[in-house]
Nanobody, 124 residues
């Protein structure tokens, strides 16, 4: 079965860190670009960032630049979203997705596989 599964979500104090993992099964993630998206209640889904299949290029939405980092470990078939400083406005369900074209895009329709999502809450 081809699937992505996110893990690592939870609740943290504002300013705290959290790292999400995105593990692929049934296919080799190294051939895919991996994007991270989020959706807060009542809001549209938003692209957070992406890493290319070769790991040499990342893009981030302006609101997370300098705070979030995307990386990958293809030996573990896993990608990561490191969130160093979480603010209350980052609270959302976070999803990872894989794009077989290998390049990054904020266009969610280009992604072939999606995880079920994991909740991240930054609140005091």
């Amino acid at each position: 079965q081809l699937q992505l599964v996110e893990s690592g979500g939870g609740s943290v104090q504002p300013g705290g860190p959290l790292t999400l993992s995105c593990e692929a099964s049934g296919f080799f993630l190294r051939f895919y670009a991996v994007g991270w998206f989020r959706q807060a209640p009542g809001k549209e889904r938003e692209g957070v960032g992406c890493i290319t299949n070769d790991g040499n290029s990342n893009i981030y939405v302006d609101s997370v630049k300098g705070r979030f980092t995307i990386s990958r470990d293809d030996a573990k078939n896993t990608a990561y979203l490191r969130m160093n400083v979480l603010n209350p406005e980052d609270t959302a369900a976070y999803f990872c997705a894989a794009n077989e074209r290998g390049y990054c895009s904020s266009d969610a329709s280009l992604y072939n596989f999606w995880g079920p999502g994991t909740q991240v809450t930054a609140s005091s």
